[in-house]
Each structure stands twice: as structure tokens, then as C-alpha cells.
């Protein structure tokens, strides 16, 4: 099993979504996250004080998939985030040990 | 007993001798020096009257600007998503600022100027002859200045309607072009023909095709709403509407906009009585009845159509009553204005939920849905339910009181009330395409799909309506 994590625009959340439904992922937990990379951030002025922010709204989407179809997955995010632009964000993959069904005590690539 | 008896006779008496005395004396003197007493007497009551009448116009003045800030604002600003929250709410706000400079210089002559049956002159123009004197033709008992003010908030509030067809997606100086054309072009014109000196509409002042409208069905609410409309058309969809979900991000917002828009509504409609008299009171009373209303027509509706009854439905539909009773405020008795408002919180919610979906406009905040619709409604059912009785507005030659709506058996005055209808409407799509296809040639009227997506806080005005983080 393997746990990928996207990190993308907001703008993209709808489009990550359906493309990741189209090729038949079943779960996802989508989070509402502040971060940043190379993108820069932007200035903000309150009563002529400047603020500059650096840490830039995000969407991160993780979801833990079966082995089989994590190539399938990341097309899916890349196909549907990317703009070509800085701040496009980053998809990040790690190996995931076990997954169990709190309902029912199901573990492995079934409880997924 | 007895001796009480004896003493509040001798009491009476003494009085009553005393007073004969005085006024003996009184027609002892001469004519003229009583004559100069009753004209004190008549002056002071008039002075009297006309301070009171005053009182309650500064009132309903700052009542109806209250309506925009922060009623509207609150209202609009809670409706959006919270990236776009204090763009919103600036939308209303500058409008406070810029309509007023523009009524200042020459907005105030062109609507209540004496001029064609189109548009006010310019003899007011800078405020010229707008003084403590009364304009006996508007309002006989108030300062000039202060029928002028008054109506100030009624020209800031209407543009700021607007607002809610392209909110999250018109860019600031762009919506700032664009009422500035608008209140010139559609408001100035339409107050005038309504309400000004002969104007085309107007019903107490010699209009040719007498209109009643109390206080704005047509001039703001029709207006605004079918403006909107065109609005919506002409800057096409947000990004990602329909498909993507874009609730309101407050409704705790928008309720506490919407309280003081149903109080601020005393002071537009029971204040367009220009005086503080019975009719003021008729009109509060039918405005506060018809929003109760159709409060209850709404979330009924909403109810039995959806299961549950929802609080952005409960507010939503005191504010189309409160619409649909604004042009017959003055006119209607309080079953009437109950019947107007439920029919409104019905329709309105129709039209936003059925006919919206239906067409696939995108009237973000239902500008149309509910200040057009609940306005046209509220101005033809205006014809319906006026009565002579709360309002002898119409005269025959000899003075005589003759019947006013449909149901007291002028069925011609629901045909006025379709023509008022219809140059309303009319003006407004012909001015607002103009204004928009000029603003958009010159300045762009759309922030970019980046930029929208940003939202307005920060691509507009780079500020945040909810800081997240203390330090950066």
C-alpha cells in the first residue's frame, strides 16, 4: 500500500477530484492548508503597515491507495493540477505498513 | 363634605370671573394687536409641525443609510466566499463615499430639478437654492436640504443592490465606473420621472402617465434588480459555477445585515411620507406586515419543498417583502400588505430556486431573483391594492378624491403601474449595456481567472477579511 499526498492549487481541488473518480480511487481526506515552496508569497498593507505573507493558501489532498494503481493516481493529479506555473504544487508518496477498518477489524489493501 | 362642596364652587367661580375679566381686556384691545397674535399662534404651530416632520426625516435619513452600511454589506458580505468577504462589503461601502460626492455636484439637480418629463435641470446643481427652505412642490414642512439628504440615501443604496449580480468577479475600479454612469445615466433619470417636478411617471406632480410608487419599487428596486440581471449576463459565470459548490461563508453575517435592513426599511418607506403624520404610520405598518409576511411565505415554501425551513430562506424573504411593499407602502392597508408579501416571499423564492437554476444565470447573491422580481411584483400589485383611503392621492377638477387601485375600481392604474413597469425596465437594460460595454472597453470590467480565484481581499485590496496567522 501507498500513501500519496498532493499538495495543489486551490482552484484545482474539483478537477483532482473527478479525475482521481474517473480512474476509480474510492476515499480521499482533502485538508485546507497554508504552506509554501519556491512560490513566492505577496504583501499586504493594513493602515500603511505592510505585512508580507509568505505562507499561501493550498489544498492537500491524501488519500492511501493499493500498490496497483498508484502509477494510474499520479497521472491523474498531474494530468489535472498542473497549470505550468509556479505554485503548482507537489505530489509525495510514501510506503504505507498497514490499513485497518475500524467497523469490521478488516486489514490490508481490503480495508481501503 | 358640604363645606368641600362650597369651596370648589367659589374656586370655579373665581376662575371663571377671572377669565371673563382677561378676556374683556383682550377685545378691549385693538384688532390688529390680536390679529398679530393668531399669526404668531399659526406661525409657531407651523413651526412646531415643521419640527417635528424634521425630526423624523433626519431619522429615516440615517435609518436609510444604515440600510447600505452595514445592512446591505453584512448581508452581501456574509453571502460570498470568505476570500471575498470585505471586497464585498467595500462595493457597498464606497458607494456611501461616491454616490454622495456625485449627488453633491449635480445628482440632486438632475433627479429633483425642475426639467424635461425625462430628467431634472441643472438650477441645483453644487447645491444651489437647496437651503432651509422648504421645496413646497416635495415636501412643505422640512428643509430643502433635508429632502435632499433623504434622498441621497435612496441613490446610495440602489446602485449598492447591484452588487450582488457581479459579486467575486468585477473589478474594483470597474465597479466604481461603472455606478458612477449608472447613477447618472439609469438612477438620476428614473428618480426624476417618478418623483421629480414633471416627470413622465409622476402621480402628485402632473405626470403623464401617473405612477404610484411610494417609495422605490420602481426607481429602486426594478432598477437595480434589472440591472443586475443584464449584469450577470453580460460578465457571464464565476469560475467553476455552477458545478463547483459556493455557499455563503456566514450566514451569521448576512442575518445580522439583514435585522437592520427590515429597521432601516421604516425609515424608507414610512419616511417617504416626507412628514411624520398618519401616513407615516400606515407605511410602517404595512412594511413591517408585509415582511412578517413573506418571512413566513418563503420558508414555507421552503418547507414543504425542501423539508426544512432555513434561516438564509427566513431572511431572504423578509427582504423580498420588504421590496414588494415598497412601492405600495404608502397606498395599501395592512391586509393588503400582507397579501403583497406573501404572494412576494413566494415568488421570489420561485424565482431564485426554479427560475435561476432554470436559465443558468449567474445572479450570485439574487440581486434580480429578489430586488427585480420582488420589485416589478411589488409595483403592478401596488395598482391592485391602492386605496383612497389611506392615500387620496387622485383628484377630479373639483377637488374630489377619486378612486386609486384596481380594487376600489381603477383598473387604468394597473396599466400606469405596467408603463412605470416598463420604462423602468427599459432604461435599465439600454443604460446598463451602454455603461458596461463602454467600462468594458476601456477598463475591463473582469478581475483575471487568477485573480478570482485569489479572491477579491487580496487581488483588490491586499487585505484579508479573517487574518490567519498573527505574524508572518
Redo the contacts between chains.
Sequence with gaps: MTKLEAVI???KL?AVKTALHEIGVEGMTVIEV?GHGRQK??????RGRE?????IPKTKIEMVLPDAMVEKAVQAVLGAARTGKIGDGKIFLSRMDEAIRIRNDERGEGAL | MGKKLIATFATAFLVFALAHVVCAQIAAGSGRDTNARFVKLEQQAAEAKSSADNAWMLTSAALVLMMTGPGLALFYGGLVRKKNVIGTMMQSFALMAVVTVLWGLFSYSLSFGSGTSFIGGLENVFLRGVGAAPDVDYAATIPAQTFMVYQLMFAIITPALIAGAFAERMKFSAMIAFMVFWSVVVYDPMAHMVWGKGGLLNASLGGRFPTLDFAGGTVVHVTSGVSALVCALYLGKR??YP??AMPPHSVVLSFIGACPLWVGWFGFNAGSALAAGSLATSAFVATHFAAAAATVGWAGAEWIRNGKPSVLGGISGAVAGLVAITPAAGFVKPMAALIIGLIAGVFCYAMVAKVKAKFGYDDSLDAFGVHGAGGTLGALLTGVFAVSAVNPIFKDAQGNTVASGLIEGNAYQLLNQCVGVGVAWLLAIVGTLAILKIVDVTIGLRITEEEE?QGLD?SQH???GYY??AS?
Design positions: 492549487q486551490n482552484s474539483d497554508r508569497g505577496h504583501t499586504e498593507v493594513y505585512y508580507s505573507v509568505d505562507l | 469560475v467553476g458545478k463547483e480565484v487580496l491586499g487585505e484579508e490567519w496567522e508572518a
